[in-house]
């Protein structure tokens, strides 16, 4: 299946900040809801930002007022800003995407960017 490309993620020093982006290729319609997830090691992976067509945002506790979500709908493309980065932040950050095309709903993922935060 068609994967979104991620980008941007690398160690950073606990205080720190990374620009995560996201790019649904050109093959990939009628985008919805756009959403950064996380995964830890031993842990479920979890959601942490979303991003509805119509720009309203929602986040996970512990990270808002720290992180922020973004889209261009003309680049198809989702960021995460994060700033203030803490230890407990470090996974593997995963975008996904939500599509409705002719009625049929379906759901993308990208590969998976770590990110390291270190104390």
């Known amino acids: 299946q068609v994967q979104l490309v991620e980008s941007g993620g690398g160690l950073v020093q606990a205080g720190g900040s990374l620009r995560l982006s996201c790019t649904a290729p050109?093959?990939?319609?009628?985008?919805?809801?756009m959403a950064w997830y996380r995964q830890a090691p031993g842990k479920q992976r979890e959601l942490i930002a979303a991003?509805?067509?119509?720009?309203?945002?929602n986040y996970e506790y512990s990270v808002k007022g720290r992180f922020t979500i973004s889209r261009d709908n003309a680049k198809s493309t989702v960021t995460l800003q994060m700033n203030s980065l803490k230890p407990e932040d470090t996974a593997v950050y995963y975008c996904?995407?939500?599509?409705?095309?002719?009625?049929?709903?379906?759901?993308?993922w990208g590969q998976g960017t770590q990110v390291t935060v270190s104390s």
């Open positions: 991003i509805t067509a119509g720009g309203i945002r």
């Open positions: 996904n995407v939500h599509t409705v095309v002719a009625g049929t709903a379906n759901e993308y």
């Open positions: 050109g093959s990939i319609f009628g985008i919805n809801t």
